[in-house]
């Protein structure tokens, strides 16, 4: 579908000297679920595909414990390239992919978009997020031409580093799979 990939991208300098391949989001064109990371990782940016790591599986053990599938849901990142070091993406490079993940909301038309982290969740609320304690919050931001639900959720990897955060990891996963039910877009109204 037009708009879901970027083939050819020379914006950023430093993310096209240290990319291997550019990193487009997987999953349904049509998806109730887009799941937004910061940006590839090493493993990521060697496969072309987002969160296949060990991050990646804590999230597909989520996502089936929730009653879903990884083939069930879109998965992408705000930034497509990856940053060297795993640093995280600049605000500058944040705001050059912004318009592709714009387009990506936009064509996918998610019933919510689950935010995977610190940086995704600020970068599409416009403000600080306090991901450990916003985790599951529900919030509408303007996105892809329309408002939209986001639910903020921490990022997979904070289970690997910190236990704790497993369960709530798990918990956002499975209120975002709530969404699913009824097509999702029907309960617009309900959060």
Not at 6 to 25: F, H, M, P, Q, Y
Request: glycine share 10%; aromatic share 4%; with cysteine.
């Amino acid at each position: 579908m037009a708009g879901l990939e970027v083939t050819a991208c020379e914006r950023c300098e430093e993310l096209v000297d240290s990319r291997n391949r550019i990193v487009n989001g997987v999953g349904p064109a049509d998806a109730d679920l887009l799941f937004v990371g910061e940006a590839p990782g090493a493993t990521e940016d060697e496969e072309g595909e987002p969160f296949v790591g060990r991050s990646g599986d804590v999230l597909d053990d989520a996502l089936r414990d929730a009653g879903l599938d990884r083939s069930d849901v879109r998965i992408t990142n705000c930034v497509r390239c990856r940053p060297p070091d795993n640093r995280d993406p600049t605000e500058a490079e944040l705001a050059s992919c912004r318009g592709y993940l714009e387009t990506e909301i936009d064509r996918v038309n998610p019933a919510v978009v689950v935010t995977l982290g610190k940086v995704p969740a600020e970068h599409l609320l416009g403000r600080s997020v306090a991901v450990t304690n916003e985790a599951g919050d529900v919030t509408e931001a303007g996105l892809g031409g329309e408002p939209r639900r986001v639910l903020v959720c921490v990022h997979p990897a904070a289970s690997l580093y910190d236990p704790s955060q497993r369960e709530t990891f798990e918990r956002t996963v499975r209120k975002a799979a709530d969404f699913t039910d009824d097509g999702g877009q029907s309960r617009l109204g309900d959060f």
